[in-house]
């Protein structure tokens, strides 16, 4: 920890609702179901052949594709997923599990001004980071560096949770929801996004949808820049992902002494509004001027003081070497020839595929067992970036613990055993 934690500025950028546009909030939400002109309706909402569920009078599409989600394993491990900070023991840190909440409230109060589906709203947001891996966007850039290097594949989050969604976990979560999800990337800013119908890359199949990914696998980044959303919702979800994330990684930084203390109701107030403001009764979602060029340097500077920061990262290296690195590539190897070894005792079979396949029974479901069976050099590679970007950070940690001659992971005890206030009252205690 810092000695002297890094001062973050405060924001001089503030915006407020106008009377105007509270009226048309106003007038929007006194419509019918508080629909606005881009409301996404259940009508429009495609769901997978297999999948027999129905709306009813108490469930929307929207609300089914909610209660799919937050029954999936994969949504249980958001609890010790990190979301900036990796080995602090501290309850007050943030999780994916939290992060994924507070998109959704913000991105839900946006979509109710607008009017628009914040049933749909709160599926994307619950599920867009179903595909993070232990340990972060640390986690995933290794990840990336080694499953490419394998098979010449790339890995990234929000095309992983697309994966579960609709391979891993088939449980007929609709195409309106994945798209969403797929198109979400908090690490890619833009000022405005407008879906529109004759976009190359618009997903409006299963079919396209599996396209997708295989070529965002393959072209990595650069690729997924150039996704759009097909619905505002999906849009809403995009922007809210970076403001539920920009002040509150602020906040934890405060918290573990690296950095100093952030008002991050303040700015969530400000770009909430400024979208709301920018993009009402709009066939587009956008932030104005003032608005993007505040996110980008709010960004830029977490980037600078927190997510490059050394501190942040001592204890296990980053990309480029260290522990983590060598944990990842040690269980990356051993899995996979425990796959060519057809080997079930190994847990990548015994915790992962045969987990999986046990929720998989109809036969129209079998992707999993099917890439299992096929043996080839690609699919066991996937087999293996699925069961590591599904581990918590305990679970990797206990795993890299079990089967690799590796140095131990160390945590940031809750107790600071070196503060001598804290060693004298030990010695008080302890008389």
């Known amino acids: 920890m810092q000695?002297?934690?890094i001062a973050i500025v405060e924001t001089e950028y503030e915006c407020k609702i106008s009377n105007n546009t509270a009226k048309t909030i106003e007038n929007i939400v006194n419509r019918p179901g508080g629909r606005g002109t881009y409301y996404t309706k259940?009508?429009?909402?495609?769901?997978?052949?297999?999948?027999?569920?129905?709306?009813?009078?108490?469930?929307?599409?929207?609300?089914?594709?909610?209660?799919k989600i937050i029954y999936l394993p994969f949504y249980n491990r958001y609890t010790d997923k990190t979301q900036v900070f990796s080995l602090y023991k501290n309850d007050d840190i943030t999780r994916r599990a939290l992060h994924v909440q507070l998109v959704s409230r913000t991105a839900r109060d946006i979509g109710r001004a607008l009017g628009l589906n914040t049933d749909l709203i709160e599926a994307i947001a619950l599920a867009h980071d179903l595909g993070h891996c232990p340990f972060g966007h640390l986690g995933e850039k290794?990840?990336?560096?080694?499953?490419?290097?394998?098979?010449?594949r790339h890995f990234m989050h929000n095309v992983q949770s697309a994966r579960i969604l609709n391979t891993l976990c088939p449980v007929g979560v609709s195409l309106q929801t994945i798209d969403g999800v797929i198109c979400h990337n908090g690490e890619f800013e833009v000022n405005g996004i407008k879906p529109f119908k004759n976009h190359a890359y618009r997903i409006d199949s299963f079919e396209k949808l599996n396209a997708v990914i295989d070529e965002a696998e393959i072209k990595g980044n650069d690729f997924v820049k150039k996704l759009i959303p097909s619905t505002l919702e999906g849009a809403v979800v995009r922007f809210c992902d970076m403001i539920a994330y920009i002040g509150k990684d602020r906040n934890d930084a405060y918290k573990l002494g690296l950095g100093s203390y952030f008002k991050n109701s303040k700015i969530i107030a400000s770009l909430t509004a400024d979208i709301v403001q920018t993009s009402i009764e709009k066939a587009y979602i956008a932030l104005s001027e003032d608005g993007f060029k505040a996110l980008k340097s709010l960004k830029s500077e977490n980037y600078e003081y927190i997510y490059a920061n050394a501190d942040t990262?001592?204890?296990f290296g980053d990309e480029n070497g260290g522990l983590l690195l060598d944990a990842f590539w040690g269980l990356y190897e051993l899995f996979?020839?425990?796959l060519k070894e057809r080997d079930e005792n190994s847990p990548v079979y015994k915790h992962h595929i045969a987990y999986l396949l046990k929720h998989q029974k109809d036969e129209r479901k079998v992707q999993y067992k099917n890439a299992y069976c096929k043996r080839d050099e690609l699919s066991l590679n996937r087999i293996v970036v699925d069961y590591i970007a599904s581990m918590t950070d305990e679970y990797f940690v206990e795993l890299s613990a079990q089967l690799l001659n590796l140095p131990n992971f160390k945590y940031v005890g809750y107790f600071n055993t070196q503060d001598e206030s804290w060693k004298k009252y030990l010695n008080k205690v302890k008389k």
Request: charged content about 40%; hydrophobic content about 30%.
């Open 3 to 5: 000695n002297n934690p």
């Open 42 to 67: 259940d009508e429009a909402f495609i769901r997978p052949d297999y999948c027999k569920t129905k709306k009813s009078s108490l469930r929307t599409e929207g609300i089914i594709d909610i209660e």
């Open 142 to 152: 290794i990840l990336d560096k080694i499953y490419f290097e394998h098979a010449k």
């Open 313 to 315: 990262k001592k204890q």
């Open 336 to 338: 996979l020839n425990d």
